[in-house]
């Protein structure tokens, strides 16, 4: 089942010139980029804790999708590019949120294209993969807030806010990835078979 489930992703993108491929990220993308603008609003209004945690998560079904349906290097990149445009029209932006988006976004991209194999044939690997994904990327984020861009409490709060940060709402995103990075898998494989191919010479 595997098997065929891989041959098919390969002979999707394989059938897919490049100018679809990046039409498939674009939409994508801005599917990313709704989630972005409206979900964090969405979720504060719903009065859920660990707000940016779940977003993640459900994030991570948009990011792997995308690329069990049109992967190349830099997809998801290009993605967190335009969800990150779609967030600076939040009306409770900042740009730390931004960051967030294009570290989760450059993060996830070089993970899968470097291990592509493993997480596409493994339900374990995928498992074992989603909390080192998010820590990395978390870990990233929250040294650039305290360091560099030093917004709000992230300025003063400095180590102690970081580590607060990993100890908590890392470690939400990281159960939360656990269960929704196969979410994204399986999304993908549904979505493949209605993307037209053209017939292969």
Not at 45 to 70: D, F, T
Not at 125 to 153: H, K, M
Request: charged fraction near 15%.
């Amino acid at each position: 089942m595997q098997d065929n489930k891989d041959t098919g992703a390969q002979a999707l993108q394989q059938g897919l010139k490049k100018h679809e491929k990046l039409l498939l990220v674009l939409i994508f993308g801005a599917v990313f980029g709704v989630l972005e603008l409206f979900g964090r609003d969405a979720l504060r209004g719903a009065g859920i804790e660990h707000k940016s945690a779940l977003l993640y998560g459900i994030g991570i079904i948009i990011l792997y999708a995308s690329k069990r349906v049109a992967h190349f290097p830099g997809s998801v990149a290009i993605m967190a590019v335009i969800a990150s445009a779609f967030k600076t029209a939040s009306g409770n932006f900042y740009p730390c949120q931004v960051a967030a988006v294009m570290i989760n976004g450059f993060v996830f991209d070089i993970a899968y294209s470097t291990f592509k194999g493993r997480l596409d044939s493994s339900l374990l690997q995928r498992t074992l993969a989603a909390p080192v994904i998010v820590y990395v990327s978390y870990a990233a984020f929250a040294i650039l807030a305290a360091f560099v861009l030093r917004e709000g409490t992230w300025g003063t709060d400095g180590w102690a806010g970081v580590r607060s940060y990993l100890l908590t709402s890392a470690v939400a995103a990281s159960l939360i990835s656990m269960v929704t990075i196969h979410l994204g898998y399986y999304l993908g494989n549904a979505i493949r078979p209605l993307v037209p191919l053209r017939k292969l010479a």
